[in-house]
């Protein structure tokens, strides 16, 4: 047998070809990777594995549902920048992971997961726990590894641990369970990367020649910047430009926003200064963006996209291109290396913008300005069912004995008390897209939220995986009291495992987003929008984690502060429950629904 090679981690893997079991092979093939943690729940399936795990410097962090798991991974690679990996026994353990699965893929998280499948023998004869594991995330994968033959074990392994990371986005390992076991002779496979590129010289010189004769130039940071680690180029080229620098949505830490030509997020309850200052654009550069078409609807009654203006899409997958927005250039690049190719040209070239960098500059800050100003006038909603949410809940108490607070001046009080190098996580919901106006960050890696996927029971879990990833930040959650009830029990998972976080739960008895469709639409009619809660905090108690509730204005600040030196001096998970409103800010899109029509008579009434 050749000398074990030593990898970077202090572990080691058999160099050349070797005898072992197809187990074996699997796991020296996730060591060859770089794994060290994985989340999911044990299973018989893949038990023989699993039993070597410890050994070969691998952790599985057992979870209370595997929807969970495959969200910690997901939280696990997009802070970490490797690999996420979630495991499950077949068939419904499996299953459980379909939706996790695909908030990953929209986020581009290269998460892969293991799913162990019913034996050889028996697949067809309708067995215990038997599916066909392959068609359920056919959808949401970039690639499907099928095990065929034990003795090919490490190599589909290694493949789908490459085609995540080339892709950028979910792979899936599929085993029969019976191939776990044996003797083969294989080689583990050295761990293949892609060096991008900056994409063609002709696309970057055409591009470089726009921006040469752009007047008012704006960049859209994307999560390709994120993914790329390129911030800083991105920074070098929007200061060139003398830009204003836009985040794609829900893309908030893909730009500092102390920098002076920060503008804040497009999209859904995004920031005015930044649709404002798009709207004006002549050239736009999306630097790592897809453009996705929710990213850049109308909002707060702007339809702000420059229709006029020339596009200069760059992202690192070439489908990806004019796919939404019509565009002038298509970029099919790295982010970082094409912000470099073209702050290149650009370096010693005079640019018809420069001469107006002071006054674009002053034009920034004044509409950073105004918008700050709005954001801290506007205390609550104006709309009339807020109003009278507002009216009827000043009547009441909450349980807790003090006063519903308006979830505007709660994020704004959060936003204050955020400490730095803190993660994010947003679940899906009224309150937790209102902040999208409110949370702003310094570093990459740093926001996660739901994407395009859009599920409830996202942010907690996601956070968890986060926070394993990187145990020396700050790791705080959003939800609303309904995606909360999808994630709640995962608190268990924080206190088993010591994985200390802290999740704020805006406690407003209902289902938002959807509540807000009925209020435009139906009249107020409200089927199955109302929630009827016990205590989070006291839930929270009961689970071993701290639970602190929340109903004055002047205690929010510091209860996070509370709660965040509870989880980085003491390992404690806190859940923060902060009563808040009936009121609701603007529904996701005033397109999706059409005012009911009714033409039977029983139902006259309903329109």
């Known amino acids: 047998m050749s000398q074990p090679q030593s990898l970077s981690d202090g572990r080691t893997i058999p160099s050349g070809p070797t005898k072992m079991t197809p187990s074996e092979a699997f796991v020296e093939t996730l060591v060859a990777n770089g794994v060290t943690d994985m989340f999911g729940i044990m299973g018989s399936a893949f038990m023989d594995a699993m039993d070597i795990f410890a050994p070969a410097g691998i952790r599985l962090i057992p979870v209370v549902h595997e929807q969970g798991a495959g969200h910690m991974a997901d939280g696990y690679a997009r802070v970490s920048g490797r690999h996420g990996v979630v495991i499950g026994q077949n068939g419904p353990g499996i299953s459980n992971c379909v939706t996790a699965i695909g908030a990953a893929y929209w986020a581009h998280s290269p998460v892969v997961i293991v799913t162990p499948e019913?034996?050889?023998?028996?697949?067809?004869?309708?067995?215990?726990?038997?599916?066909?594991?392959?068609?359920?995330?056919?959808?949401?994968?970039?690639?499907?590894?099928?095990?065929?033959?034990?003795?090919?074990?490490?190599?589909?392994?290694?493949?789908?641990?490459?085609?995540?990371?080339?892709?950028?986005?979910?792979?899936?390992?599929?085993?029969?369970?019976?191939?776990?076991?044996?003797?083969?002779?294989?080689?583990?496979?050295?761990?293949?990367?892609?060096?991008?590129?900056?994409?063609?010289?002709?696309?970057?010189?055409?591009?470089?020649?726009?921006?040469?004769?752009?007047?008012?130039?704006?960049?859209?940071?994307?999560?390709?910047?994120?993914?790329?680690?390129?911030?800083?180029?991105?920074?070098?080229?929007?200061?060139?430009?003398?830009?204003?620098?836009?985040?794609?949505?829900?893309?908030?830490?893909?730009?500092?926003?102390?920098?002076?030509?920060?503008?804040?997020?497009?999209?859904?309850q995004g920031s005015k200064a930044a649709m404002k200052l798009m709207s004006q654009?002549?050239?736009?550069?999306?630097?790592?963006?897809?453009?996705?078409?929710?990213?850049?609807?109308?909002?707060?009654?702007?339809?702000?996209?420059?229709?006029?203006?020339?596009?200069?899409?760059?992202?690192?997958?070439?489908?990806?291109?004019?796919?939404?927005?019509?565009?002038?250039?298509?970029?099919?690049?790295?982010?970082?290396?094409?912000?470099?190719?073209?702050?290149?040209?650009?370096?010693?070239?005079?640019?018809?913008?420069?001469?107006?960098?002071?006054?674009?500059?002053?034009?920034?800050?004044?509409?950073?300005?105004?918008?700050?100003?709005?954001?801290?006038?506007?205390?609550?909603?104006?709309?009339?069912?807020?109003?009278?949410?507002?009216?009827?809940?000043?009547?009441?108490?909450p349980f807790s004995g003090g006063e519903y607070l308006h979830p505007r001046q709660v994020l704004r009080e959060l936003e204050k008390a955020m400490p730095e190098d803190v993660m994010v996580?947003?679940?899906?919901?009224?309150?937790?897209?209102?902040?999208?106006?409110?949370?702003?960050?310094?570093?990459?890696?740093?926001f996660f939220a739901a994407m395009s996927f859009g599920n409830c029971g996202y942010a907690f879990p996601t956070i968890i995986g986060a926070k394993v990833a990187a145990p020396h930040r700050p790791a705080v959650s959003y939800a609303g009291d309904g995606a909360w009830g999808m994630s709640l029990m995962e608190t268990m998972t924080c206190v088993r495992h010591n994985i200390p976080v802290t999740a704020v739960v805006f406690h407003n008895r209902q289902w938002g987003a959807e509540k807000k469709n009925q209020v435009d639409f139906y009249n107020?009619?409200?089927?199955?929008?109302?929630?009827?809660?016990?205590?989070?905090?006291?839930?929270?108690?009961?689970?071993?984690?701290?639970?602190?509730?929340?109903?004055?204005?002047?205690?929010?600040?510091?209860?996070l502060k509370k709660a965040i030196e509870l989880q980085m001096n003491e390992g404690k998970t806190t859940i923060i429950e902060i009563m808040c409103t009936r009121e609701l800010g603007d529904p996701f899109r005033r397109d999706a629904l059409s005012k009911p029509v009714r033409f039977l008579d029983k139902y006259k009434d309903y329109v």
């Open 118 to 268: 019913t034996g050889t023998m028996t697949m067809g004869l309708g067995g215990f726990q038997e599916c066909k594991q392959l068609p359920m995330f056919q959808e949401f994968t970039k690639y499907q590894g099928h095990v065929t033959h034990p003795a090919r074990m490490a190599e589909y392994t290694g493949r789908c641990f490459d085609r995540a990371m080339s892709e950028m986005g979910p792979t899936q390992l599929n085993i029969p369970r019976d191939y776990f076991y044996g003797e083969i002779t294989c080689e583990i496979p050295k761990p293949a990367r892609l060096d991008r590129g900056a994409g063609g010289e002709h696309s970057l010189d055409e591009a470089a020649e726009l921006l040469a004769k752009a007047k008012f130039p704006v960049i859209i940071s994307g999560g390709g910047v994120v993914m790329a680690d390129a911030v800083e180029e991105c920074k070098a080229l929007a200061e060139r430009l003398g830009a204003p620098v836009v985040n794609s949505y829900l893309h908030n830490d893909s730009f500092p926003a102390s920098h002076p030509l920060w503008c804040g997020p497009l999209g859904y």
């Open 281 to 397: 654009a002549d050239v736009v550069v999306a630097l790592g963006s897809r453009l996705g078409p929710f990213g850049t609807l109308p909002q707060h009654g702007m339809d702000y996209w420059p229709k006029n203006a020339k596009i200069i899409q760059i992202d690192a997958d070439n489908k990806m291109l004019g796919l939404v927005k019509k565009i002038s250039v298509g970029i099919c690049g790295d982010a970082k290396a094409a912000a470099v190719a073209l702050t290149s040209r650009l370096a010693k070239r005079t640019l018809e913008c420069d001469a107006s960098k002071a006054e674009r500059a002053a034009k920034v800050a004044a509409e950073k300005a105004a918008w700050e100003k709005e954001l801290d006038e506007w205390t609550h909603e104006r709309d009339p069912f807020s109003l009278d949410m507002i009216e009827e809940n000043a009547k009441e108490k």
């Open 425 to 446: 996580s947003t679940d899906i919901g009224n309150i937790n897209s209102v902040a999208n106006s409110y949370l702003r960050f310094e570093k990459p890696r740093s």
């Open 524 to 559: 107020r009619r409200f089927v199955a929008g109302e929630l009827d809660n016990q205590s989070f905090a006291e839930i929270a108690r009961a689970m071993g984690a701290e639970g602190i509730t929340v109903d004055r204005l002047e205690d929010v600040g510091p209860a």
